[in-house]
Nanobody
């Protein structure tokens, strides 16, 4: 069974850090572009970042540039999102998603992603 499982969410104060993980089972992440999305209560789901199959290209929404870093470890079949300098507006459920792509060195959060995890809650509050 193909599955993505997120972990690493939690509650932090503004300015704090968290590292989210997205582990794949039932398939190999090498063939997939991976993205992180987030959904806050009452808001539309937002594409936060993505990483290419090679790991060499990452793209971020403007609101997290310079604070979030996405990476992948294909050997561990896992993708990470390091989140620093967290703000209350970062509060949301964070989901990872996978899209099988032939392209090796590009990613885009606008793809129609094939597989989704259940999400992990991130709460930033004082």
């Amino acid at each position: 069974q193909l599955q993505l499982v997120e972990s690493g969410g939690g509650s932090v104060q503004p300015g704090g850090s968290l590292r989210l993980s997205c582990a794949a089972s039932g398939f190999t992440l090498d063939d997939y572009v991976i993205a992180w999305f987030r959904q806050a209560p009452g808001k539309e789901r937002e594409g936060v970042s993505c990483v290419s199959r090679s790991g060499g290209t990452t793209n971020y929404v403007d609101s997290v540039k310079g604070r979030f870093t996405m990476s992948r470890d294909n050997a561990k079949n896992t993708v990470y999102l390091q989140m620093n300098s967290l703000k209350p507006e970062d509060t949301a459920v964070y989901l990872c998603a996978a899209k099988r792509r032939f392209t090796w060195a590009w990613c885009d959060v606008s793809y129609e992603y094939d597989y989704w995890g259940q999400g992990t809650q991130v709460t930033v509050s004082s």
